[in-house]
Nanobody
Framework: QLQLVESGGDSVQSGGSLRLSCAGS????????VGWFRQAPGKEREGVSS????????FYSNSVKGRFTISRDNAKNTVYLQMNSLNPDDTAVYYC??????????????????WGQGTQVTVSS
């Protein structure tokens, strides 16, 4: 079964850092563009970052730009999301997702075919 597995979520204090991992299981991530999304209680799922399969271009939402960094390690078949300067507004379940297409919005959930189960990030003030 093709799937994505997230890890790295935790509870941290404001100003802290976390690194999330998204590993492909029977899914070779170098052939896929990968996005990170998050969903807080009562809110819609929000795209926060994406990395292209074509040229490695990276994209960030305004809410995380300058604080989060997305990267991939093809040898480990893993995509990472380094999150620095965390604040309580970053509290959410974080999901990674994979898509084959190169058109459309990188932050539209409908563009993605495979999703992980999510990992909880909680930031306390």
């Amino acid at each position: 079964q093709l799937q994505l597995v997230e890890s790295g979520g935790d509870s941290v204090q404001s100003g802290g850092s976390l690194r999330l991992s998204c590993a492909g299981s029977r899914l070779t991530l170098r052939y896929w563009s990968v996005g990170w999304f998050r969903q807080a209680p009562g809110k819609e799922r929000e795209g926060v970052s994406s990395i292209s399969k074509d040229d490695g271009s990276t994209f960030y939402s305004n809410s995380v730009k300058g604080r989060f960094t997305i990267s991939r390690d093809n040898a480990k078949n893993t995509v990472y999301l380094q999150m620095n300067s965390l604040n309580p507004d970053d509290t959410a379940v974080y999901y990674c997702a994979a898509r084959l297409g190169s058109t459309g919005s990188v932050f539209s959930p409908d563009e993605y075919s495979y999703w992980g189960q999510g990992t909880q990030v909680t930031v306390s003030s």
